[in-house]
């Protein structure tokens, strides 16, 4: 291995010394597809020196094997690792590589440009510092550029370097870097939020303006990209920022130790300050902050501390610990932009998990106000947000949670959307503001509650949701429930899918977003019901787990009854006694449940009748003896 410093030989304690002690940039390469992000890292990563000698000899080989130089080195292949990549010789994860200078220690995300791989570059954007736009020279700005630019400024990355690659493709041409630097400048100017972006002309592969400068753009007479990156300042001062950190885990080895562990999100914080915790809001001083090393008088951002405090204030993970004299806000209700990273559509009205730190709360995001055109960055309306869309959208949560503007703090303004039901991350957005409302409104307590209604009536309220494919007999099953629920005494009210939609529901179509929120607000009624003291029975299709297991969410503990009422499909289709099937199968009927829109069966119902070729009243029994068996009735 060759070295940057001969230190290593001699004396590898007072390298690593003098190595701990460098600043870090976290830097990405991003761009359109085949642009050269690869090469170029892979170009740093030879020209410092950070390869050992039998990296070299496998790049080699491999070069020769799978590389795209005709023989050459291939350093794209040092960061193309995954086999589809080099087969492809594309990037589709992010690779993440380390390397160092004299001056530097570098952390840098090679981003794969395909539109179809966006969540990654995105994800990799998201701790950057800096951004290496390449540009190239033979093709100009593309589309996925200005993507890509407008999601890194979106994600708070103030500086640019606008590397225009491939020069020697273009015969080092001065007119062409210029042409695509003016475009690139009107293009920032107008759509992005970032406080410079540097130009330079460069060649990965051929190594051009990487480490030194090159003979064959005399007329170029700014810095080597290494030069840069080695000398840029994205430094932050801690003292402008407000204290914040979240509490990650209560550190309590022993019953004389009490402490809260955590990363400092922002500013800085010293013993003996009086903080605030939220969201609680209690005050207390700190008075000890604890480390490995030893205890410190102050620590400031990105230091992993444990603080203890003077007082014995209830506290856990999720918390957060704040300035008292700048503490920030909490709310339930805000607006965000959220990149969607999912082939499923984002549903306004659904649940999904929201993240944010060590907070996790339940969020229902609302209709987007508007998504981003994101060749033209036009604000065009939409009802919902697909695949790699960039949108602006309100949501609510289930709780209050402390937080501040992602342009303020990253790490407080920051969150990702998770699926309920699959548990895979489908977006991630930035708190713009909170919508002001929620701090207006608030659940007023009624002293004649469900529980007095429940005893009046001398029952215990509950909701039976019946779910299955049309023309399997919820409705008829719900009647003759209805009917023997009845008669013997016991209060009862029956939601229909059709008969809600005479009125309630009257404004909603059959599409993926009107289901859900036709569930969403028969759910609410349900529970609208319960709290009424009866027993509410609901017969819908609610083709989608997810919305069923919000309907479940909605109420007590015991008072959800998941009844799955299972036909086959071509049962259903024989019955077809509104003759739905038909016009579906024609194309009259569009989104259909069965035929053109999934059904997802239960995954655990409480009760599953095979109705096939059972009677009603056969039905009914079996939902009467779990009843009677649970103690229900």
Request: hydrophobic share 40%; aromatic share 6%.
């Amino acid at each position: 291995m060759a070295h940057t410093s001969n230190l290593i030989a001699d004396d590898i304690h007072e390298y690593l010394s003098i190595h701990e002690k460098k600043d870090l940039l976290r830097f990405i390469t991003c761009g359109s597809v085949d642009d050269g992000k690869s090469t170029l890292i892979g170009r740093l990563l030879f020209e410092s020196k950070m390869l050992f000698d039998d990296h070299l000899d496998a790049l080699e080989i491999d070069s020769k094997k799978v590389g795209t130089q005709e023989g050459e080195l291939d350093l794209a292949l040092l960061v193309d690792g995954l086999a589809a990549e080099r087969e492809q010789g594309i990037t589709i994860d992010v690779a993440y590589r380390f390397f160092s200078t004299d001056q530097r220690k570098f952390i840098v995300a090679d981003t794969p440009g395909h539109e179809q791989y966006t969540r990654n570059m995105a994800t990799g954007a998201s701790t950057a510092d800096l951004a290496i736009l390449l540009i190239d020279a033979r093709h100009g700005i593309l589309d996925q550029t200005r993507r890509h630019s407008f999601i890194v400024s979106m994600l708070g990355v103030r500086k640019i370097i606008l590397a225009v690659n491939k020069m020697d493709m273009v015969e080092y041409s001065q007119d062409v870097f210029e042409r695509i630097n003016q475009e690139f400048a009107d293009f920032a100017e107008n759509h992005l939020d970032i406080d410079e972006f540097i130009p330079i002309p460069v060649s990965a592969l051929k190594g051009d303006n990487i480490v030194e400068n090159s003979d064959n753009t005399q007329w170029y007479n700014g810095p080597t990209l290494m030069h840069l990156l080695e000398t840029i300042d994205v430094s932050i001062n801690p003292d402008e920022d407000s204290f914040r950190m979240p509490v990650q885990w209560v550190n309590r080895p022993d019953s004389e130790f009490r402490g809260f562990s955590g990363l400092i999100a922002g500013g800085l914080v010293s013993k003996g300050e009086k903080i605030r915790i939220l969201p609680s809001g209690k005050e207390t001083t700190v008075d000890r902050i604890v480390t490995y090393d030893g205890d410190l008088d102050s620590a400031s951002t990105n230091m992993s501390v444990t603080i203890t405090l003077s007082d014995e204030i209830d506290s856990s993970r999720g918390d957060v610990f704040v300035s008292a004299k700048e503490p920030c806000e909490c709310s339930d209700q805000f607006q965000a932009r959220i990149l969607w990273m999912a082939e499923d559509l984002m549903m306004p009205g659904r649940q999904y998990l929201f993240k944010s730190g060590c907070s996790t709360a339940t969020m229902t995001p609302a209709r987007p106000k508007h998504r981003v055109d994101i060749n033209t960055l036009e604000l065009l309306p939409t009802k919902t947000l697909g695949l790699n869309e960039i949108g602006v959208c309100h949501f609510s949560l289930d709780k209050k949670i402390p937080f501040d503007p992602y342009t303020t703090n990253k790490t407080m303004g920051g969150f990702i959307v998770i699926d309920k039901i699959s548990n895979n991350t489908v977006g991630m957005g930035l708190v713009d503001y909170a919508l002001r409302r929620a701090d207006n409104i608030h659940w007023q307590s009624m002293e004649i509650n469900k529980k007095s209604r429940s005893l009046l009536k001398n029952q215990k309220p509950f909701l039976i949701w019946l779910t299955g494919l049309s023309g399997s007999g919820k409705s008829t099953i719900a009647d003759v429930l209805v009917k023997r629920l009845h008669s013997s005494g016991i209060h009862t009210m029956t939601l229909d899918g059709d008969n809600v939609r005479h009125g309630l529901n009257r404004d909603l179509g059959f599409t993926s977003l009107d289901r859900v929120e036709n569930i969403r607000r028969v759910a609410e009624v349900s529970k609208l019901m319960l709290d009424a003291g009866l027993i509410t029975i609901a017969a819908f299709i609610s083709p989608f787990e997810s919305e069923r297991q919000m309907a479940r969410s909605l109420v007590d503990e015991g008072e959800f009854v998941e009844v799955h009422v299972h036909v086959p499909l071509e049962v259903a289709e024989k019955r077809d006694v509104k003759g739905l099937y038909k016009k579906a199968r024609a194309g009259e009927l569009k989104n259909f449940t069965g035929i053109d829109s999934p059904y997802e069966e239960p995954l655990n119902p409480d009760i599953k009748i095979d109705a096939s070729d059972i009677s009603p009243e056969d039905a009914v029994n079996q939902i009467i003896d779990w009843l009677q068996a649970n103690n229900l009735v």
